[in-house]
């Protein structure tokens, strides 16, 4: 059994790696593609279009480990059975419970792998290419909503017109309410630089004080903010919630949910990040039935291009599941689990119906 499972196993790392590279190679020359429309504004340069692009890769390593992972799986698969290798492993007595039990532990490389890349290095990866594309455009993280970036914690308000790259703030606005919900000061500062431990330091700040007396207006050249808001808690304007790390998704999610603001879509992307891994074994699972079926005529070209298929509508169904789960409120776990679930359910179907043939 060890022999065979370093042989498929092999078999199996090599043709995913071969994926891997032909599906790099297709992304990293349409995004540059992209980028050579922004060459020339500002200071980016195509030297920064080349490092933005290489800095993109691991995002897409993170995303394709599952279709790589099902298309090399097939591909060695019916390689071995176009040779007559599997049919000669049956005849052996290779059960398919003991192929699937084989794929298992070969697989837990690949979800290793994927989880290495979704937590650590794609979330890196993709704030330093976001950070470095605006830096050098000139440019700043904004928000869906035309008056800026809006923050609630406890009875604090924030309104944040603008995010550079290096996470000065400008045009920020504070309205602070007392319990009752009563508004007691509003503080207008031009920037505001970070300085740890959840401290910021304000420049030229206008603040208003409303009291019984009135109001009171007084100028501050500098002012000390405490404020939850903290660079990480800003990355998520930088990158989407699918491409940070299930710690950042966890504390942002979490925030939300302390200041009673829907969370719904950062939870949805914390399940998917924490089940993704584990796709690439349904997919090894649903290419395993296809080495029990002979195909006369282009064998592994017909099971190639319906890999290929299946591979595009895990995809597609990952992504429509996540975007109406939020729209129809569904349970974000279910969310998240429900197109591997899927997916496991009809590669077990699969082999049922080529075991009954």
Request: net charge positive; hydrophobic share 50%.
């Amino acid at each position: 059994m060890k022999v065979v499972t370093r042989y498929l196993g092999r078999e199996i790392y090599k043709a995913t790696v071969f994926v891997f590279v032909a599906f790099l190679a297709l992304f990293v020359f349409f995004d540059l593609i992209n980028e050579l429309d922004d060459v020339g504004k500002g200071r980016y340069r195509l030297g920064h279009a080349f490092l933005f692009v290489l800095l993109s890769v691991p995002g897409h390593v993170y995303e394709l480990f599952p279709i790589a992972v099902l298309i090399g799986t097939l591909v060695a698969l019916s390689t071995l059975a176009a040779n007559s290798e599997y049919t000669v492993m049956r005849v052996s007595g290779f059960s398919p419970l003991q192929a699937a039990g084989t794929l298992a532990r070969v697989g837990t490389v690949f979800v290793l792998l994927t989880a290495l890349f979704g937590e650590l290095i794609g979330p890196q990866a993709e704030q330093t290419a976001q950070r470095l594309r605006l830096d050098r455009l000139g440019a700043a993280v904004g928000s869906e909503l035309r008056t800026g970036l809006w923050v609630k914690s406890d009875t604090q308000f924030v309104n944040i017109g603008e995010v550079s790259p290096d996470s000065t703030l400008k045009g920020v606005k504070i309205y602070d309410f007392d319990r009752d919900f009563r508004l007691l000061s509003i503080s207008q500062a031009t920037s505001g630089r970070y300085q740890g431990a959840n401290r910021w330091q304000l420049a030229s700040v206008v603040q208003t004080r409303f009291g019984a007396d009135g109001a009171s207006v007084r100028n501050l050249p500098t002012l000390e903010w405490t404020s939850v808001v903290t660079p990480e808690m800003l990355n998520v304007l930088l990158v989407v919630p699918e491409k940070l790390s299930a710690w950042g998704l966890y504390q942002y999610a979490q925030h939300l949910e302390a200041n009673k603001q829907r969370s719904d879509r950062y939870e949805i992307a914390l399940w998917k990040k924490l089940v993704y891994p584990f796709a690439a074994l349904v997919m090894m699972a649903l290419a395993l039935p296809f080495a029990y079926v002979q195909i006369r005529t282009g064998g592994v070209g017909v099971k190639l291009f319906a890999g290929l298929m299946l591979g595009v509508l895990f995809h597609f169904l990952n992504t429509l599941f996540s975007h109406v789960a939020v729209l129809e409120r569904w349970p974000p776990f279910a969310a998240a689990v429900a197109p591997s679930a899927l997916f496991l359910l009809a590669a077990v179907a699969m082999m049922w119906w080529v075991e009954r043939r």
